[in-house]
Each structure stands twice: as structure tokens, then as C-alpha cells.
């Protein structure tokens, strides 16, 4: 009987909230120049035309396999209040490894370094590093 109350219970608060796949993580930013990228070198076409575009940390970097991978990124909190876009999610396209990339990143050990175009659409720009909430799609 108590299974059938928590099962009950959880389809109707399932109703409610949204229950996600998404990782938790950081993000910074880098400027450009962002040629060459460890991804695609010197191919300009290798960035989209909205320029939402990121490098890699370590955590997600997979030996290169990140490459061309696309991500979902949401603000979901930073150092100073109101620093996050309410309710902004942007698609990025992985094109570098952060560690290597030829701009340094505004904050050392990021899930991933989005690019200046990115980072803004998300946050404001005045801060070094937000806390995401990130999935490949």
C-alpha cells in the first residue's frame, strides 16, 4: 500500500516540476583572436554565424571527441545577484580546447569557456565566471 502512495504521489508532483538531464557546472569567457582553435585550426567556417560558440575544460574536452558538439547553456547563478539573463538558454558549438586556446579565459578550471558573443547572451559580461546548467543535444 505505501508504494502505491509514493507512487501517486510522485506521478502528481511529476505534473508539477520539470525534471532535468542537464549537468551542473562553470563557465567563463575569451576574447579573440580565437584562431587557431584546437578543433578545426584555421577554419573560419568552423564558427557559426551567431558566434555561439565555446571551448572545452577538461571535463568535457573527452580527447578531442567534444568537437563540433553542441550544447544547451542556462545561467543558473553567479557571485553577484542579477548577474544571470532570466530564463536565456543559447546552443553552442564546441571549437577548442580552453587550456590551449590562444585567448586565456576569464576564470582558471571552467566546464566550458564560452565566447565573448555567448557569454553575454547568458550573463553579464562584467563577471569572470556564472554557473551553468549544460546538455548535449
Known sequence: MQILQ???YFLIVSQFFHFSH???GTAAQYSPPYLPTACYGDDQSQFPSSNLFAAAGDG?????????RQYLVRCISASQPGTCAPDQTIQVKI???APTALS???????TIVL??????????????SIN??????
Do not use: K, P, R
Not at 586565456?104 to 571552467?110: F, I, M, P
Open 6 to 8: 509514493f507512487l501517486s
Open 60 to 68: 568535457i574536452w573527452d580527447n578531442g571527441a567534444s568537437c563540433g
Open 132 to 137: 551553468i546548467e549544460f546538455q548535449q543535444v
Open 22 to 24: 542537464a549537468d551542473v
Open 104 to 110: 586565456s579565459s576569464s576564470a582558471q578550471s571552467a
Open 115 to 128: 565566447s565573448e558573443t555567448a557569454f553575454g547572451a547568458v550573463a553579464n559580461i562584467a563577471v569572470d
Open 95 to 97: 571549437v577548442d580546447y
